[in-house]
């Protein structure tokens, strides 16, 4: 039962193939946009996604680089909106009913600095306010965009590549 569902799904996506790109560039965004990034599974999606990448032989390096491209956006607003409405985000769900992540993200923030941006992508909680407090302490914009796009690229490659190999030797 699991492998003719699995089959079908492997072609419906052959089928789909020009969905791709874009569903992985939305899923990437989606992913790294501030208050959304809660409630978006990312590491499963994307660990998903690139096993059904490698099964379904579509070409790995668009849909990689859409994920690093909508995850790097993604955390861009993110970066704009703490920016421009500083300590008013705390009034926003779902901040205004986890409080406690706001001091936690600032403490990692204060103590690592750009590398923040980087080690935010790969641990989920954090990943909701770093880039939001990169804005309200007004972290230099070019400092936050180094470190946010070279992460978004680091972030999708380790995500994506181990299942795409995966799913490369079940095709």
Known sequence: MFSGLAHGL???I???EAWAVPIAFALGFLKALAFVTMVVPGITIMIAMGTLIGASGIEF??????????????DWVSYAIGFRIKHRVQTIWPLSRHPELMPRGERFFRRWGWMSVVLCRFFSPLRATIPLLCGIFEMPP????????????????????????FGGLIR
């Open 10 to 12: 492997i072609e419906f």
């Open 14 to 16: 052959r089928l789909h």
């Open 61 to 74: 390096v668009p849909v990689w680089l859409a994920v690093s491209l909508g995850s790097g956006l993604g």
């Open 142 to 165: 070019l400092v936050f965009q180094l470190a946010n796009w070279s992460s978004a690229l680091l972030w999708a490659a380790v995500l994506l590549a181990p299942g795409s190999l």
